[in-house]
T-cell receptor, first 110, second 116 residues
């Protein structure tokens, strides 16, 4: 079983739609959680950290459910520029390395 | 300011050859990380430096892979006797310090390695 699992997609949605991505992680002791965004043939960039209380950054909302070992990302009012691969990331206890999922590809259509 | 830079951007080599990939982190960042990303996958951790020392090299796949950071700034990833399976994008990242897992890791553009 992979340490971080994501639906690879692609998710094809029209502009203005709301889309949600989910991710599960296997190590219940994982302590830090993030969503990264990666454009085609570019490097990953931090989108947002994920906190147990949930957090929002503009059109983006991230949630963490520690009991179910589940992380989600909600994007409201999708823009064409949101088209990218979204990578779920965890950090295991006592480590600094990022553990990535395989990513979920989003394509926003005009 | 300048971000993480990596050279070369592309490297094509033949099976069995030796390659060196260079990473120049953001100035002042003491933590440096190497990852590699195969097509359709997320990046996989290789090695992490705090200053000059390798604090975690648990991701290096075998002894053909080695990395150094002699002065605590630039790092070089070295791959001996390359194999076709080594073909991937090698990403370098740096962060202000490795002391806090919330310190954002900033990635370079990567080196695309192709082993023929």
């Amino acid at each position: 079983r992979k340490e971080v699992e994501q639906d690879p997609g692609p998710f094809n949605v029209p502009e203005g739609a709301t889309v949600a991505f989910n991710c599960t992680y296997s190590n219940s002791a994982s302590q830090s959680f993030f969503w990264y965004r990666q454009d085609c043939r570019k490097e990953p960039k931090l989108l947002m950290s994920v906190y147990s209380s949930g957090n929002e950054d503009g059109r983006f909302t991230a949630q963490l459910n520690r009991a179910s070992q589940y992380i989600s990302l909600l994007i409201r009012d999708s823009k064409l520029s949101d088209s990218a691969t979204y990578l779920c990331v965890v950090i295991h206890p006592g480590r600094r390395a990022l553990t990535f999922g395989s990513g979920t590809r989003l394509q926003v259509q005009p | 300011g300048a971000g993480v830079s990596q050279t070369p951007s592309n490297k094509v080599t033949e099976k069995g050859k030796y390659v060196e990939l260079r990473c120049d982190p953001i100035s002042g960042h003491t933590a440096l990380y190497w990852y590699r990303q195969s097509l359709g996958q997320g990046p996989e951790f290789l090695i992490y430096f705090q200053g000059t020392g390798a604090a975690d090299d648990s991701g290096l796949p075998n002894d053909r892979f080695f990395a150094v950071r002699p002065e605590g700034s630039v790092s070089t990833l070295k791959i001996q006797r390359t194999e076709r399976g080594d073909s991937a994008v090698y990403l370098c990242a740096s962060s202000l310090t490795g002391a806090n897992s919330y310190n954002e890791q900033f990635f370079g553009p990567g080196t695309r390695l192709t082993v023929l």
